[in-house]
């Protein structure tokens, strides 16, 4: 049998992963983010993975040529120089 709330006209029968703290954000009066806002959070996620994505490469790539285990010497140079060429067609 399905449970109905008049309140918010909705059916509370087989809700999904996630119910109960929508209900709390209801009761705390947080409202849902627009499509709009959603998307410029994903662009901003996106933006921060890239600008976090390069140093992390770097360093690794470091660790591997001070360790031996990188191909050669001239490895990081290659890519910043690639990096750099790549952004100014931009």
């Given amino acids: 049998m399905k449970a109905f709330n008049a309140s918010s006209t909705r059916c509370e029968d087989n809700e999904g992963p996630g119910a109960e703290r929508l209900r709390e954000q209801e009761r705390q009066g947080v409202t849902p983010a627009t499509p709009g806002e959603v998307r410029d959070l994903r662009r901003e996620a996106s933006a921060l993975k890239e600008v976090v994505a390069e140093p992390v490469l770097e360093s690794r790539l470091l660790k ?7 191909k050669t010497a001239h490895e ?3 890519l910043r120089k690639a990096r750099e060429m790549s952004t100014w067609g931009m």
């Fill in 76 to 78: 990081i140079p290659r």
């Fill in 64 to 70: 591997k040529a001070r360790s031996g285990l990188g």
